[in-house]
Antibody
Framework: EVQLLESGGGLVQPGGSLRLSCAAS????????MSWVRQAPGKGLEWVSA????????YYADSVRGRFTISRDNSKNTLYLQMNSLRAEDTAIFYC???????????WGQGTMVTVSS | DIQMTQSPSSLSASVGDRVTITCRAS??????LGWYQQKPGKAPKRLIY???SLQSGVPSKFSGSGSGTEFTLTISSLQPEDFATYYC?????????FGGGTKVEIK
């Protein structure tokens, strides 16, 4: 079964850091680009970042560029999102999603909640 | 950046109704568009990819059409399990962008 399982969310103070993980199973992880998508409470979906299958190419939304870093460890079938200088407006559920060329996100994780508050 | 304008933002409909949701891209995106359904507390689920291809396992009451800048999602006969929020997503170029969502509620 193809599965994505996020972890690492929690409560962090403004200016703090957090690292999210997404463990993948059921498919050949290094063959696929991956993304992080977030959803603030009561709001819509916002794409955050993407990384190619090899990890050689990365992409970011303007709202997180310079603060967040996406990476992956293909030997561990795991995707990461390092989040620094967190702000209240980063409070959201963060989903990881598998990207299929020509058809975008076919599989999503269940999400992990990040709350930035003092 | 490509902006995705989704309409309406919400609608009320009855069981059995035909429902149409539209997404308009600020520039041409070929058929690089997907439609997603999200129920409260759940992750999004893909319904349609490549603008008009039905995701495996998704009922045929869902259909998508369009190319370039205008896209539609149609639910042919609304059922109780279809009440949810629907999003379009363009993946033609980074940054990827979602429409604002359409909340489908029971009339």
């Amino acid at each position: 079964e193809v599965q994505l399982l996020e972890s690492g969310g929690g409560l962090v103070q403004p200016g703090g850091s957090l690292r999210l993980s997404c463990a993948a199973s059921g498919f050949t992880f290094n063959n696929y680009a991956m993304s992080w998508v977030r959803q603030a409470p009561g709001k819509g979906l916002e794409w955050v970042s993407a990384i190619s299958g090899s990890g050689g190419s990365t992409y970011y939304a303007d709202s997180v560029r310079g603060r967040f870093t996406i990476s992956r460890d293909n030997s561990k079938n795991t995707l990461y999102l390092q989040m620094n200088s967190l702000r209240a407006e980063d409070t959201a559920i963060f989903y990881c999603a598998k990207f299929v060329p020509g058809s975008a996100f076919d599989i999503w994780g269940q999400g992990t909640m990040v709350t930035v508050s003092s | 950046d490509i902006q995705m304008t989704q309409s309406p933002s919400s609608l009320s409909a009855s069981v059995g109704d035909r429902v149409t949701i539209t997404c308009r891209a600020s520039q041409g995106i070929r058929n690089d568009l997907g439609w997603y359904q999200q129920k409260p507390g759940k992750a999004p689920k893909r319904l349609i990819y490549a603008a008009s291809s039905l995701q495996s396992g998704v009922p045929s009451k869902f259909s998508g059409s369009g190319s370039g800048t205008e896209f539609t999602l149609t639910i042919s006969s609304l059922q109780p399990e279809d009440f949810a929020t629907y999003y379009c997503l363009q993946h033609n170029s980074y940054p990827l962008t979602f429409g604002g969502g359409t909340k489908v509620e029971i009339k």
